[in-house]
């Protein structure tokens, strides 16, 4: 089903419980920014993730680059809303913009609890608000435009694991913790066409792209390094040699983390590629039913249930 068909359908839907339920544009378009308020209290586990330090400042340093780094995609999309003339793509970069938005708030709460237990969140994040202010200012929009672009593929590969791979979710301990991401991952997937389609839309070609992909790698590596050491620092765990292979082993080993998403990165290099080439669909219907139904993991803390349960679905290849 093309995403014009599904458009359709999510639309007529609409026309017929416009009574019961004024549709938002990013609900139309099947990426329906979801209001969230996690509960991140004082016996949020401090090493919420494989009871590892080093796993644990791991995704919390990525944790922190997320709301500034969350809303330079934002940013950089917006720069060209003024020239999206087609509806359905106006309406999923409102949703993208919504639920990107929610991301960047519910991280920098949970990055609060993380900054409470000792480690500099605020730190990275400020960091990282510099690098992209200056990104802003020096950089041509369209190359601004292809690093979210790039970026928007690596949030979908790691995302896309987080929900496949059944490891991560036995592994996140603290259940609001487990919400957080995979509501994240959820939605990561839900619109991982949008700043792609507008690139395209704009005219960006694949020499810009995969430029753009290397610059992000090399700097996204050189930050998270940094950042990671920095915190694990922070946390006095540094040298635990044992926490530290044990979760090197788990980012890197055999059936690691990044090992296993190596493909799936380096098909962004192939000519022509869309990132709807890497089917969710299922994937997506699956977590939607099993975390926004009746008694699901995010039921009760959808702010705006009348739409917890919308299902188009932006992927559909
Ligand atoms: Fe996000
Ligand atoms: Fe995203």
Redesign the pocket.
Known sequence: MTNKQVYRMTTTTATETTKKVRMTAGERAGIPPRRMDFEFGEDTKRYWYADNSFLTTFWTTLSALFPEG?TF?VDTVKNYRHEIKDQLLKDQVSG?IG??AM?SKEHAAFNDVAERNGLPTGTLDKEVGWLLKLGRKILPKKLQLAITVA??HY??ILAEQLLRDKRHQENISDPEALKLWMWHAL??NE??I??YDVYQLVGGGYFLRTFAMLLATVFFFVIVIQGHARLMWADRSLFNIKANLKGLWFLWGWKGLFPTLTFKYLDYFRPGFHPNDHDTVQLLDDWREKMLQDGGMLADQIKNPSHAHMTGNTSAA
């Open positions: 969350e995609f993208f639920q990107e991301h970026l928007e949030t979908a939605e990561e619109h991982k949008v700043a």
